[in-house]
Every structure is written in C-alpha cells, then in structure tokens.
C-alpha cells in the first residue's frame, strides 16, 4: 500500500485521532490504515504510542480502539475555561434583553449533545418563567435546542436523534421526519420557537450564537407564560434576539474566545 505524502509522525498520529473522532466509534487498524492511506503497521504502532498516554483506548474484546481518557479531560478543560468566558460576556447583553422585553432571557450553552441553560435574567413581571440552571434539556422539545440543531449538518442531527423522541407535553413533536422539517424551517427564518413543547404553559424563542468559523455554541432564549406569547412574538422581538446574538458572536471573535 503507497502511503500519503505526509512522513510526519506527528501529523499521521493527529490523523488518526482526528478520525476517531468524526468516525464517533471503535474502529480496527485495518479500516484505520485504509481510511488514511497509511500501511496498517504504521497505524499500529501509532495506536499502541497514543494508548501508553491514554489519548485512545483498545477494547480488549473486539481489538477496536477508539478516544481515550486524555482526550477527554483536555476536551473539558478547554470547554471549562471557554464555557466561563462566554458565560461572562454574554450576562450583561442578556441582563440588558430582560430589561428591554420584560420576560426571563436565558443564555443556553451547547455541549456537544445537549443544552444546558447556564444564566438567566428573570422577568419582574409577577407571572415570569423560571428554569433550574443546569438542566439538561430534550433537544427536540427546547427552543434553544432547536435553534442550535437547525444550523448542524443532518447527519450530525440524525445521530443526536437516535432512538424514540420522547412525547413530554400534548405538543412535543415525536414524528421525525415532522421534526426535520421544523428544522428546516427554523434554520430558514433564524430562529426556533418552544410552543408548550417542553412544559404546559411555558413557550420560548431562541436564535442561535455563532462563532467565528459560524458553528452554533449556544442560544439566547426569552421564556415567558404562553398566555403572552402570541403578542409578543413578532418581528421586532426577533430581531433584537439577533441583533444580541450577533454581537456576542463579534466580542467573541475580538477577544479570541474558541468554543
């Protein structure tokens, strides 16, 4: 077998690695080398290498390796420190969109496979919308989920869907394909809406926050009761919600945050 041009044992094991991570399962050296072109005894002294420092792991049962430990914890330290600091240049622009609208604005982030809502700014109104902060929430029901999935190629979406869609509430979507359309449409207006999806009487907009090579990494999201939803839910409203998201992707950008 010819091998690639690239001789750089650096560059070959960063290869590999990087193809676990997109293949998202165990895979053997043979199919390894024959994706990379690289010869299969090359493949399994990289492997071997790597796995001394836990940057992959071999299955003793099948002989697959796939990411190790190390991978893991230097993934979550860098999600750690970039996850504070979008936290803290968002609060203020969310503080100041509570302000102007009058309901809870929350600021969701994505990790990966889900949504977690890390801030929010409650409404003074008497009847306001309040989310325990750090709730994993369904990607098919919450708004700001739907924001982020509707920006994410398909076949990443398919692979987060696997299984049942959970029925929640009376309107949560269960139908797949259904859903796919929504998020088709949510992807073409910008924004994605919560109609009682995820909790009875709650609904929820949200636009989705890009990053500088325009990768969703989170959603602003206005939660209100849905007694007030119907009137509040135009396009000025939308409007704001991106023009705040916009922003917050830019100051990113400036001060070099990478999530």
Request: glycine fraction near 6%; include cysteine.
């Amino acid at each position: 077998m010819k091998e690639c041009d690239s001789t750089s044992t650096v560059d070959k094991a960063i290869r590999v690695l990087l193809t676990l991570a997109q293949e998202n399962e165990e895979i053997g050296t043979t199919c390894l080398g024959r994706q990379l072109n690289i010869h299969k005894a090359t493949v399994s002294r990289l492997l071997l290498k790597l796995a001394e420092h836990e940057f992959v792991y071999k299955n003793k049962e099948t002989g697959k390796y796939w990411l190790g430990p190390a991978i893991y914890q230097l993934a979550m330290t860098m999600a750690d420190v970039n996850f504070n600091d979008v936290l803290h240049l968002a609060r203020t622009h969310i503080d100041e969109l509570r302000d102007t609208l009058q309901e809870t604005v929350t600021l969701e982030i994505w990790l990966g496979n889900s949504t977690v809502p890390t801030y929010s700014a409650l409404s003074q109104h008497p009847l306001k919308v309040e989310l325990p902060p750090g709730e994993i929430l369904p990607l098919h029901t919450a708004a700001g989920a739907k924001a982020i999935l509707s920006c994410i190629h398909a076949e990443r979406v398919d692979m987060l869907l696997k299984g049942e869609l959970a029925q929640v509430t009376p309107n949560t979507i269960t139908d797949k394909t259904l859903f796919r359309q929504r998020l088709v449409e949510y992807n073409k207006q910008g924004y994605a809406t919560d109609d009682e999806e995820l909790h009875l009487g709650i609904s929820a907009v949200a636009v989705p926050i890009f990053n500088s090579i325009r990768q969703p990494i989170a959603a602003i999201v206005v939660l209100m009761p849905s007694s007030r939803f119907g009137q509040k839910l135009e396009p000025s409203l939308i409007s704001k919600l991106k023009k705040k998201a916009g922003v917050i992707g830019t100051e990113m950008m400036k001060r070099g945050i990478r999530y």
